[in-house]
């Protein structure tokens, strides 16, 4: 399994488009004086488009990245010339190409300043900065989480921060995204990224002529890595409560694969600037059924400390870069084992459940 994995953007990427050749059309999306192009694959030519995109948080594409050559080796050879009429298959080889090669889930915006989470960047109107969604209670917390590193009292602090908020949604608020603070963490940004309007216009080249629509975007975080066992969680994320016809849709095909539902998202999104809901509110009609969820595969060694520690190392490291310039070795390290652990126990056991959703997936897809 190891051998999927890569160092950087630059060697995934080739292992990427030398082998997507071989079993389908690759193409890429190339956006003027941008350095991270994007390479895509169609498999198939189905009207029933089934995408899998990866690394919209950057350092989150090296496990994106090797779970998607994993499926070019082992699992495209074997879909069927029948399966292939009916259905396309589409990989989206990491969305943030600088994100990935600087260990950030951001991408930087060069323009206006900032670390742009990219997603909190999609469907947003930002032609009017006055109207952009508000998230008062992200700013409860944003000068404690970009306050001086300190490895015990920081830590306390945001304990502390956890425990007296968690349930008046303070502590919710910090993740949904925020349109204020240029550094602060999960920011949506001023203006739609360059990478965002690659994306889209990958979706738009690939919903040409369908009937519906399932994309699954490949992530890591949430959820638990038993570093003991060496057994990782892996659970698909959908942002609609359990009644929503795409929840039923992701239960109906899938059964050894958790399926998570958010009541929350019962009177609107509950991430800003999602793609998953900006796929649904471009593409969904009667007609074309749209289908989007979130495969998250889990690193947090602690449940409690996990989320404490992530947010922690991402606000040192924007610390590190408005003070210092550069992000600290120490935190650099601390930053990067949040979202892809060295463990290869972890990067092992990660592919596994990745195989595991794609098998089923596709299984259940040819019954229909």
């Known amino acids: 399994m190891q051998k999927y994995y890569s160092e950087n953007w630059y060697q995934a990427t080739e292992k990427f488009y030398k082998t997507a050749p071989q079993y389908g059309d690759l193409r890429w999306c190339v956006a003027d004086g941008h350095k991270f192009d994007i390479p895509y ?16 948080h950057g350092i989150e594409g090296f496990f994106g990245s090797a779970a998607q050559n994993m499926f070019l080796d082992k699992i495209a050879k074997d879909l069927t010339p029948d399966f292939l009429k009916k259905y396309t298959i589409v990989l989206i080889h990491v969305i943030n190409g600088w994100g990935m090669q600087n260990r950030m889930r951001e991408v930087v915006d060069v323009k206006r300043g900032g670390l742009v989470d990219l997603n909190r960047n999609f469907g947003v109107d930002f032609s009017r ?4 969604p508000q998230n008062p209670k992200y700013d409860l917390a944003h000068d404690m989480l970009l306050s ?49 309007k690659m994306t889209l216009h990958i979706y738009d080249d690939v919903m040409r002529g369908a009937k519906s629509l399932t994309s699954i975007g490949l992530h890591t975080g949430l959820g ?46 509950v991430l800003l600037g999602d793609l998953v809901d900006c796929l649904e509110a471009r593409y969904a009609t009667p007609e074309i059924p ?71 997936f596709l299984y259940n897809l040819n019954q229909r």
């Open 41 to 56: 694959v169609l498999i198939g030519n189905g009207p029933n488009k089934v995408v899998i995109n990866s690394g919209i």
């Open 148 to 196: 001086k590193p300190d490895a015990v009292a920081k830590k306390n602090t945001i304990k502390d921060f956890y425990y007296k908020h968690k349930s008046d949604g303070a502590w919710d608020a910090i993740s949904h995204g925020q349109y204020k603070h240029p550094y602060g963490l999960f920011y949506g940004g001023a203006a739609p990224m360059t990478e965002n």
């Open 224 to 269: 638990r890595f038993d570093r003991k066992r060496g057994k990782v969680t892996g659970q698909l994320l959908v942002s609609h409560p359990a009644r929503h016809k795409n929840t039923k849709y992701f239960d109906s095909m899938l059964h050894g694969t958790a399926v998570e539902s958010d009541e929350r998202a019962a009177n609107g999104p």
């Open 290 to 360: 749209v289908y989007t969820a979130d495969f998250e595969i889990g690193t947090g060694e602690f449940p409690i400390m996990s989320p404490i520690y992530k947010r922690m190392d991402m606000g040192d490291a924007r610390y590190d870069l408005l003070n210092h310039g550069q992000i600290n070795q120490q935190t650099w390290q601390n930053l990067t084992e949040s979202w892809y652990p060295s463990d290869p126990r972890w990067r092992d056991a990660a592919l596994v459940r990745a195989w595991i959703l794609f098998r089923e």
């Open 129 to 132: 900065p006055e109207t952009l």
